[in-house]
C-alpha cells in the first residue's frame, strides 16, 4: 500500500517523504515541547542567566566588579557592591519576576554609570570612557582620553590624575602600577573562558601591542601611543 503511493515519484523525493514521517512519528513519541528555565535578573551588569546556572554568574560577577574597583589607585574612585535584591526569588513570597523587577531598579540607580554632562548611563565604565572621548574629553580626568591634536608633555610620576594602560585583552584601563596584576588576571580568565569550547573554535592569547610598554620616567605621547595599538588588538 506504502509502495503504491510513492508510485512514479523520484527517489530522492519519496526519501525526503520518509525522513519528514520519522521526525513526525518522533515528535509525537517526545510530547510537546518543554518550557524554557526562567531568567534571572543580574543586578550588577544587567544580562539575564538561567535559575539553574544564576549562582555561579553571580558569584563571577562580583569578583569581576571587585576585581576592577581595587585595581584602581585612587580610592575615592572606587565603588562599592551594589546590594542585591531584599528577598531571594526562590522563596514562594517573592517570584522570579519581582525579584528582576526590582534587580533592574538597582541595577539602574546603582550599577550602572553616567556620563557627567548627558547625564546618560552605561553598563559599565569602559562604554562610559568610550562616550565620553567624544561628548566631553575635556570634562574626563583620566591623561588616555587627552586627543592626539597637540601632545602635551605630561611626567607621569608628578601627574596628579589618575594614569591608566589600555588592557589588550578585555579594554580596561588599570593603573599603570597595577597592570601587571590585572594583565595575569585576564588572562587566566581568556585561557579558562576559552578551555570551555571545542579545540576548532578556541582562540589564543592575542599577541601584546608592539609599542614599548610606557614608564614612569616616560612621558605623555609614548603612554597614549601604547594604548591606540591596545585598543586595535
Not at 506504502?2 to 523520484?10: C, Q, R, S, T
Not at 559599565?124 to 582620553?145: F, G, I, W, Y
Request: net charge positive.
Amino acid at each position: 500500500c506504502e509502495a503504491n503511493n510513492f508510485l512514479g515519484l523520484p527517489s530522492h523525493v519519496i526519501d525526503r517523504i520518509k525522513q519528514e514521517q520519522k521526525k513526525q512519528a518522533k515528535a509525537k513519541k517526545q510530547g510537546p515541547p518543554k518550557a524554557p528555565l526562567p531568567r534571572v535578573f543580574c543586578h550588577i551588569c544587567g544580562q539575564t542567566t538561567p535559575c539553574e546556572s544564576f549562582g555561579f554568574h553571580a558569584r563571577k560577577c562580583i569578583f569581576k566588579f571587585e576585581s576592577a574597583e581595587s585595581a584602581k589607585e585612587d580610592p575615592e574612585e572606587r565603588r562599592t557592591l551594589p546590594p542585591p535584591p531584599s528577598k531571594s526569588w526562590g522563596s514562594s513570597a517573592f517570584s522570579i519576576e519581582q525579584y528582576n523587577d526590582e534587580a533592574l531598579r538597582i541595577f539602574n540607580t546603582q550599577s550602572c554609570v553616567s556620563c557627567p554632562v548627558c547625564q546618560r548611563t552605561f553598563a559599565n565604565e569602559v562604554a562610559q570612557l568610550k562616550h565620553m572621548t567624544s561628548c566631553c574629553p575635556d570634562r574626563t580626568k583620566d591623561l588616555l582620553l587627552v586627543r592626539d591634536t597637540e601632545p602635551v608633555p605630561v611626567d607621569l610620576a608628578t601627574a596628579s590624575t589618575p594614569v591608566r594602560v589600555c588592557c589588550y585583552l578585555c579594554g580596561q584601563r588599570p593603573g599603570i602600577s597595577s597592570h601587571r596584576h590585572h594583565f595575569a588576571k585576564c588572562k587566566a580568565i581568556w585561557e579558562g573562558r576559552e578551555a570551555k569550547k571545542g579545540p576548532h573554535s578556541r582562540r589564543q592569547v592575542p599577541d601584546p601591542p608592539k609599542a614599548p610598554f610606557p614608564t614612569v620616567a616616560e612621558h605623555g605621547p609614548a603612554l597614549r601611543r601604547y594604548n591606540k595599538q591596545a585598543e586595535h588588538i
